[in-house]
T-cell receptor, first 111, second 113 residues
């Protein structure tokens, strides 16, 4: 899985399967977390966010889980589709407001 | 359509030749920011602005200038570009004065020779 500051990992899944993309964050005082999707040649696109007072948040086909004990964030995509192929990266907002972005995980969906 | 528009999309220039990358948003957003994206480093903030005439340095402001004379526009200026400023640049905006739920532009790929 992804960690803020490491090389870009890749995840390959079959169309229709569920995808889980992981992110380890660094600051236990971070109060806000966000997932972005970046398709080739495009800017990052907001997917879902979660505040530190929550453990789970669901959107349309996506769920974000936050485990503050181990400083871990995950993005679950249900019934993955070819259009989900992209780079996904997380960001944490540190105390003081600075956003720290991870480098991302490349998701490849096989038809 | 709500969007953040950057121009140009691609730019090749030479060292020392001043350039401006424009950014405009049509969502009446207060917060705007510039990022650069480099392989292995992720997105890094250059400058941000929480309102008109208010700008602040981000993590990597050296060699860049910005201005916020109008709410919708936030140009990025490179007075004397150098090869280490070759990068993919993104402008982003947000509806409140925080950096939550940023809307990003499509990017400007800059090459400084």
């Amino acid at each position: 899985g992804e960690s803020v500051g490491l090389h870009l990992p890749t995840l390959s899944v079959q169309e229709g399967d569920n995808s889980i993309i992981n992110c380890a964050y660094s600051n236990s005082a971070s109060d806000y977390f966000i997932w972005y999707k970046q398709e080739s040649g495009k800017g990052p696109q907001f997917i879902i966010d979660i505040r530190s007072n929550m453990d789970k948040r669901q959107g349309q086909r996506v769920t974000v889980l936050l485990n503050k004990t181990v400083k871990h964030l995950s993005l679950q995509i249900a019934a993955t589709q070819p259009g989900d192929s992209a780079v996904y990266f997380c960001a944490e907002r540190e105390w003081g407001g600075k956003l720290i972005f991870g480098q991302g995980t490349e998701l490849s969906v096989k038809p | 359509e709500a969007q953040v528009t950057q121009n140009p999309r691609y730019l090749i220039t030479v060292t020392g030749k001043k350039l401006t990358v424009t950014c405009s948003q049509n969502m009446n957003h207060e917060y705007m920011s510039w990022y650069r994206q480099d392989p292995g480093l992720g997105l890094r903030q250059i400058y941000y602005s929480m309102n008109v005439e208010v700008t602040d340095k981000g993590d990597v402001p050296e060699g860049y200038k910005v201005s916020r004379k109008e709410k919708r526009n936030f140009p990025l200026i490179l007075e004397s570009p150098s090869p280490n400023q070759t990068s993919l640049y993104f402008c982003a905006s947000s509806s409140d004065r925080t950096n939550e739920k940023l809307f990003f532009g499509s990017g400007t790929q800059l090459s400084v020779l």
